[in-house]
């Protein structure tokens, strides 16, 4: 009867470990989901801010283009910018 005892108290002493671990595997997944959809929301502006900055990029050459090769003061350097900028939201994506 002690051996059934002993038994009975391992596997209730097994239960208790699994339910611990669960409620910490539950609270865990909680948090990466938490997580997941900050970094969803994160990627969806950087995104958004790619797009907006390619479309100010294509007005600037395409002023750039219409200047007949003349550059207006400071052009290039806000290409370089802009270039600049999309690389880094893409890095951010990447990451």
């Known amino acids: 009867m002690n051996t059934l005892t002993d038994r009975l108290l391992k596997v209730q002493d097994q239960v208790t470990r699994l339910v611990r671990e669960h409620k910490a595997l539950h609270k865990r997944s909680s948090e990466l989901e938490i ?49 600049h900028e999309i690389d880094h939201c893409l890095a951010l994506l990447k990451s």
């Open 35 to 83: 997580t997941a959809r900050d970094n969803h929301r994160t990627a969806e502006v950087l995104k958004a801010r790619v797009t907006e900055l390619e479309k100010e990029n294509e007005v600037l050459r395409k002023g750039r283009s219409t200047d007949g090769g003349t550059n207006a003061p400071g052009t290039k350097e806000r290409i370089d910018e802009l270039v």
